[in-house]
């Protein structure tokens, strides 16, 4: 696809395939013997307050190059990246492919992420999602807060590093 981010310095792999890992609890809980939560288990008590469908899709990679130590979005770092822009009111899905050999909690200051694992106006809502390498999830983002937004990994040395973004709603 057009927006698949080339190998170089700062993209050591790409996904060719990714997975929906939503009933996979991630290495090390894989049939250990015990019941483990997955995101697909997850539901929300109430319906969301917003059910318009998306007006757009945002497709990001998460990038990097373990050898180097370089992490990203698209195979850029922060300083190469340009702010997400929202507007105010606009409903948008995120895709997140994870390129990656490593799992990334994905946050997003200021606003709410309604995780898409099949459960419809029972969606959970998060602060922050756990990418799984070489796994794609969406969700959906209701853009009813204006400001500059703070978006990153929350494994912080991987935020320092290059992996943040600005999302701006207006």
Known sequence: PAHTPPLNVENQNIA?????????????????GRRVLTYAD??????????RPPSREITLHLTGNMERYIWG??????????PIPLRLGERVRFTLINDTMMEHPIHL?????????GQGAYNPVKHT???QPGSKLSYLVS??????????????YHMDLGMFRTVVVS
């Open 143 to 156: 853009a009813d807060t204006p400001g500059l937004w703070a978006y990153h990994c929350h494994l912080l």
């Open 73 to 82: 979005f698209d195979g850029k770092k922060f300083s190469e990246a340009e």
């Open 129 to 131: 999602l756990i990418v």
């Open 16 to 32: 060719r395939m990714p997975t929906d890992r939503l009933a996979d609890p991630g290495d090390g809980l894989r049939n250990n």
């Open 109 to 117: 200051h200021g606003l709410w992420s309604e995780l898409e694992n």
């Open 42 to 51: 997850l539901r929300a008590r109430h319906p969301v307050a917003d059910t």
